[in-house]
């Protein structure tokens, strides 16, 4: 019989992707959403997490539950009210849903894949290997990841299986990062951005999505694991990366940090920033990418 995946997020990068991928495997996919519209392959359950209102038949159909929804960190400025609404969008769908799983009384989910991020570990890190146990940052993305965590950390005591996965940049040609990297070098502008030596830990969206297929499908997966490919690269290499793929020059001046930091005030940190973070621990279990060279990611996304 197959077996019922239910995603938060879903009409997100990852939601999108993993939904396509879920469905070609076989699997029954629903989805959690502010607006009732069922789609084609896909049953559409509401919730509204500021009244705290959620369709309870979602999560008493459900095996599996994958929970994405967040609002985006980088979309926006960061204003007093963004950065409310980037936290309580994580903390408060995650006690939602683990209030709505209690009060069902019995369910028979097997399984939480809560997204979670590499923010984490704080919004620089220099060049060192960051593993799952490393130290917590105290920035502002921190905070709100270690909270966000916290919230999902409750619903293990709900007696299933949780697996937080602390993701990267997902690298994807349609949404995230990567146009926004790619755009100025497509116009002969492309320049590293800072010192261009922060780290990016970075993904290719598909294996983003293959890790959360696997830590649904691998019963021994558990706990936290750095959702990052095994070479992380720095800014500058990042963008050489993408101008020899694009067969375009680079515009030799970095762009300087007092300009980035002019044109997105506080959020200048995501750009500015970089953590080097390790994907030993994931790997150990046996999960290998498909892509774990960023020219290779690049070539598969932007050709």
Same mark, same amino acid.
């Given at each position: 019989?197959?077996?019922?995946?239910?995603?938060? %997020?879903?009409?997100?990068?990852?939601?999108?992707?993993?939904?396509?991928?879920l469905?070609a495997? %076989?699997? /029954?996919?629903? /989805?959690?959403?502010? $607006?009732?519209?069922?789609?084609?392959?896909?049953?559409?359950?509401?919730?509204?997490?500021?009244?705290?209102?959620?369709?309870?038949?979602?999560?008493?159909?459900?095996?599996?539950?994958?929970?994405?929804?967040?609002?985006?960190?980088a979309?926006?400025?960061?204003?007093? $009210?963004?950065?409310?609404?980037?936290?309580?969008s994580?903390?408060?769908?995650?006690?939602?849903?683990?209030?709505?799983i209690?009060?069902? %009384?019995?369910?028979?989910?097997? &399984?939480f894949?809560?997204? $979670?991020?590499?923010?984490?570990?704080?919004i620089?890190?220099?060049?060192?290997m960051?593993?799952?146990?490393s130290?917590?940052?105290?920035?502002?993305?921190?905070?709100?990841?270690?909270?966000w965590?916290?919230?999902?950390?409750?619903?293990?005591?709900?007696n299933?299986?949780?697996?937080k996965?602390?993701?990267?940049?997902?690298?994807s040609?349609?949404?995230?990062?990567?146009?926004?990297?790619?755009?100025?070098?497509k116009?002969?502008?492309?320049?590293?951005? &800072?010192?261009g030596?922060?780290?990016?830990?970075?993904?290719?969206?598909?294996?983003?999505?293959r890790?959360?297929?696997?830590?649904?499908?691998?019963?021994?997966?558990t706990?936290?694991?750095?959702?990052?490919?095994?070479?992380?690269?720095? *800014?500058?290499a990042?963008?050489?990366?993408?101008?020899?793929?694009?067969?375009?020059?680079?515009f030799?001046p970095?762009?300087?940090?007092?300009a980035?930091?002019?044109?997105?005030?506080?959020?200048?940190?995501?750009?500015?920033?970089?953590?080097n973070?390790?994907?030993?621990?994931?790997?150990?279990?046996?999960? *290998?990418?498909?892509? $774990?060279?960023?020219?290779?990611?690049?070539?598969?996304?932007?050709?």
């Amino acid at each position: 019989m197959s077996q019922n995946i239910l995603i938060t %997020g879903g009409t997100g990068l990852v939601g999108t992707r993993l939904t396509e991928m879920l469905l070609a495997k %076989g699997y /029954h996919v629903s /989805h959690l959403s502010r $607006s009732k519209q069922d789609k084609q392959d896909v049953r559409v359950y509401t919730w509204d997490i500021a009244r705290q209102e959620i369709a309870p038949e979602a999560l008493a159909d459900a095996d599996y539950v994958v929970h994405l929804a967040g609002a985006g960190v980088a979309e926006k400025r960061w204003t007093d $009210s963004r950065k409310e609404a980037i936290l309580k969008s994580r903390t408060e769908s995650t006690r939602l849903l683990h209030d709505t799983i209690s009060q069902l %009384g019995s369910h028979h989910i097997k &399984g939480f894949m809560a997204a $979670s991020a590499v923010g984490i570990y704080g919004i620089d890190t220099g060049s060192k290997m960051m593993m799952e146990e490393s130290s917590k940052g105290t920035d502002f993305l921190a905070e709100v990841t270690k909270q966000w965590e916290a919230a999902v950390d409750e619903i293990s005591r709900l007696n299933m299986r949780v697996v937080k996965l602390r993701t990267g940049v997902a690298l994807s040609d349609k949404g995230g990062a990567l146009p926004k990297i790619v755009q100025p070098i497509k116009l002969g502008a492309g320049a590293p951005l &800072g010192s261009g030596q922060q780290y990016v830990s970075w993904i290719h969206l598909d294996d983003l999505c293959r890790m959360y297929l696997y830590a649904i499908e691998n019963e021994s997966l558990t706990g936290t694991y750095n959702a990052v490919g095994p070479h992380p690269v720095t *800014n500058e290499a990042l963008t050489r990366s993408a101008a020899d793929v694009l067969n375009r020059p680079l515009f030799i001046p970095k762009v300087p940090a007092f300009a980035i930091k002019l044109l997105l005030g506080e959020m200048a940190s995501v750009v500015l920033g970089g953590c080097n973070v390790s994907s030993q621990k994931i790997e150990e279990t046996g999960f *290998n990418f498909t892509f $774990s060279q960023i020219d290779k990611a690049l070539s598969d996304l932007l050709k």
